[in-house]
């Protein structure tokens, strides 16, 4: 079976889609391609959600923030998850387009910062059972 590709986008791909590209390498143990950009990235990885997603023995630090144009070659996707970066989102071949309204957790303190970690752990969760 093929592995299923993903791709995770929001504004500066360095908080929501980067732990979402790793919940998805994380539970999709193996037979998922995944991959996260930005509509405007940022070029870092949030040192918040690098220490987030360490306290789950998951190294963020790994990860670049990227543009979209820098993921392109990967698609098509089977599905693209868009982030609170509304009209920014573009458009990329896709067998699935969703949308989940998350919080930029970027200004928040540890403890909210890891309940939306562990919101999106959940979510991706759900994505990957529907796929």
């Known amino acids: 079976m093929a592995k299923k590709k993903l791709l995770f986008v929001c504004v500066e791909n360095s908080n929501r889609s980067q732990m979402s590209q790793a919940f998805a390498l994380i539970h999709g143990a193996g037979n998922i391609e995944a991959y996260s950009a930005g509509s405007k ?56 387009f969703v949308d989940w309204q998350i919080p930029d957790p970027k200004h928040m303190e540890p403890a909210q910062f890891n309940e939306v970690r562990d919101y999106i752990s959940g979510k991706v969760n759900e994505l990957l059972l529907e796929l």
């Open 41 to 96: 990235p940022s070029g870092i990885v949030n040192p918040k959600a690098i220490a987030a997603m360490k306290e789950l023995d998951y190294d963020l630090s790994t990860h670049d923030s990227k543009s979209l144009q820098e993921v392109e070659q990967y698609a098509p996707f089977d599905a693209v998850v868009t982030m609170g970066c509304g009209d920014a989102c573009p458009w990329m071949p896709a067998k699935r």
